[in-house]
């Protein structure tokens, strides 16, 4: 069955550095992957969607790829502040259908002073 | 522009009580509609999703039921909460035929 494996580790990075989150997938590649942000307590924000014929996506100080040879997705937030500390979520549709998402499980990022 | 309410916000409720989650959504007409519910540290798990008035489809055998009775409304319903039923719901809603979804604040419940 397919999987979506993000690292359950939440990650600490300093102000100003970049923050690098990882989205591993299995078997069927989908059209599209998706990223979204969650904050303790809320439902998901969409960030950004990036195609399987999209290498790379920016948008402000945040950057998405798309490898589809190894089946993963990178998400970067540069020059980060303590503001984008959350839970980041990618999703997938692996039916094409556009109905039904696929979430991970999500990684927590903090960022200190 | 569009918005998405859900009710109540936080809910406690015995075991074996009756549930219903309320849903709606403002400001676009004949969306996609979709139950999430998330566990502690868990993630996002799809319950049902609705492409129109009374089109249901379900996506994991549960105590849990779901209806549309009207193009931007949608309600989670239990006979029966288990313990297992706690977790945190969320709705959400989307353009047919574009891929990104937009979620409600969410339901917080408690079955003890």
């Known amino acids: 069955s397919q999987k979506i494996e993000q690292n359950s580790e939440a990650l600490n990075i300093q102000e100003g550095k970049t923050a690098t989150l990882t989205c591993n997938y299995t078997?069927?590649?989908?059209?599209?992957l998706q990223w979204y942000r969650q904050d303790p307590g809320r439902g998901p924000v969409f960030l950004l969607l990036?195609?399987?014929?999209?290498k790379e996506k920016r948008k402000e100080r945040l950057k998405v790829t798309f490898d589809t040879t190894l089946k993963q997705s990178l998400f970067h937030i540069t020059a980060s502040q303590p503001a984008d500390s959350a839970t980041y979520l990618c999703?997938?549709?692996?039916?094409?259908?556009?109905?039904?998402?696929?979430f991970g499980t999500g990684t927590q990022l903090k960022v200190e002073l | 522009s569009q918005t998405i309410h859900q009710w109540p916000a936080t809910l406690v409720q015995p075991v074996g009580s009756p549930l219903s989650l309320e849903c709606t959504v403002e400001g676009t007409s004949n969306p996609n509609l979709y139950w999430y519910r998330q566990a502690a540290g868990r993630g996002l798990q799809l319950l049902f999703y609705?492409?129109?008035?009374?089109?249901i489809s379900s996506e994991v055998p549960q105590n849990l039921s779901a209806s549309r009775p009207q193009d931007r409304q949608f309600i989670l319903s239990s006979k029966k909460l288990l313990l297992s039923d706690s977790g945190f719901y969320l709705c959400a809603w989307s353009v047919p035929g574009k891929e990104t979804q937009y979620f409600g604040p969410g339901t917080r419940l408690l079955v003890l």
């Open positions: 609705s492409v129109g008035i009374g089109q």
């Open positions: 999703a997938l549709d692996f039916t094409g259908g556009g109905n039904k998402l696929t």
């Open positions: 990036i195609r399987e014929n999209e």
């Open positions: 078997n069927y590649s989908p059209a599209y």
